[in-house]
């Protein structure tokens, strides 16, 4: 995550680490070349930080500043980057203002240098973001894990979906003025979009991406006649649908040879470990059922966990 980060900066002649910590920020932008001045106002954390960077030998890159940021403006840099703390002992914050800096003094610091970068949770409200900057979302291997907001040349859109995997593969999408999807019954593949496109908003972008349709305007679920490769959703091949209701349910998972039954659900209220241990049986089929809503009804959707059976 750091280097991809890194990434995104390398145009800096040097950056800024705000709040460095004990250093992975830091190691992550000095292994990629860049000169970095190193903030925080621990020393303890300073003197780790320091320690961590000379045993990689990276101690030619790094200087160190001991200093209070909500005090003292930041040191003179390129770039600056921040990841604020989000935590009081050992209770999670969730206010920005409640963050060490709080959002709005680290958002102040585009007064000093414009090219800033904050990371936070991937919870943040997107309301919380200058009109003027760009939010990303990240997951890793499917999974989200932090939100970005690019400030000043930093920013190159309004909103960013990236999708990495631990082989270092990035697939990144962006906002565009792309309409609605429209709306159908459920068709040959049911496909989620990956977290970090739900969360920036793109569920449109992927779905013109796709030629898919939405079962209805808040769900984000997404259904195609045929499957095509993306990083940025998850497809199973469909085979049958209806009207929920769980006896029914139960009893055609068992005439589809059900052995594990992974459930899956939005905008359903049951909860999926219990259901899933009711629908699994001894057979030899690996289903996933989908519990959703279309327009005024909820529906399951009961897919095929083997993408062998997917329609191409």
Not at 57 to 66: D, H, Q, T
Not at 278 to 305: F, N
Request: one cysteine or more.
């Amino acid at each position: 995550m750091a280097a991809y980060r890194t990434r995104r900066l390398d145009q800096a002649s040097d950056v800024a680490d705000l709040g460095c910590g004990i250093g992975g920020d830091t190691i992550a932008l000095a292994g990629a070349g860049a000169q970095v001045i190193a903030v925080e106002r621990d020393p303890i954390r300073l003197a780790l930080a320091r320690f961590n960077v000379e045993v990689l030998g990276l101690g030619s890159r790094v200087s160190f500043i001991e200093r209070d940021l909500i005090r003292e403006p930041p040191p003179p840099a390129a770039a600056l980057f921040c990841d604020p703390s989000r935590r009081s002992g050992e209770r999670r914050l969730f206010d920005p203002d409640d963050f060490q800096p709080p959002l709005s003094h680290v958002l102040s610091w585009r007064q000093h240098t414009p090219a800033l970068a904050v990371k936070l949770a991937p919870g943040i409200q997107r309301s919380v973001v200058p009109e003027d900057a760009e939010v990303e979302f990240v997951s890793l291997n499917g999974n989200l894990k932090e939100a970005v907001i690019w400030c000043g040349p930093c920013a190159t859109t309004s909103r960013r979906a990236t999708v990495l995997d631990s082989d270092g593969a990035m697939s990144t999408m962006i906002a565009a003025a792309t309409p609605a999807p429209s709306l159908n019954l459920p068709l040959a593949v049911l496909c989620e979009p990956d977290p970090a496109v739900i969360r920036a908003g793109l569920v449109a972008e992927l779905a013109h991406q796709l030629g898919a349709y939405q079962l209805a305007p808040d769900i984000a679920y997404l259904i195609t006649h045929t499957a095509l490769p993306t990083p940025f959703a998850r497809a199973w091949p469909t085979i049958t649908w209806m009207p929920f209701q769980l006896k029914r349910l139960c009893a055609l998972v068992r005439e589809l040879d059900a052995g594990v039954v992974t459930v899956k659900k939005r905008g359903s209220p049951l909860d999926t470990d219990s259901l899933a241990r009711q629908l699994s049986d001894s057979g030899q089929r690996h289903l996933v059922a989908v519990l959703t809503q279309m327009p005024y009804r909820p529906i399951a959707i009961i897919c095929s966990a083997d993408r062998a059976d997917m329609v191409t």
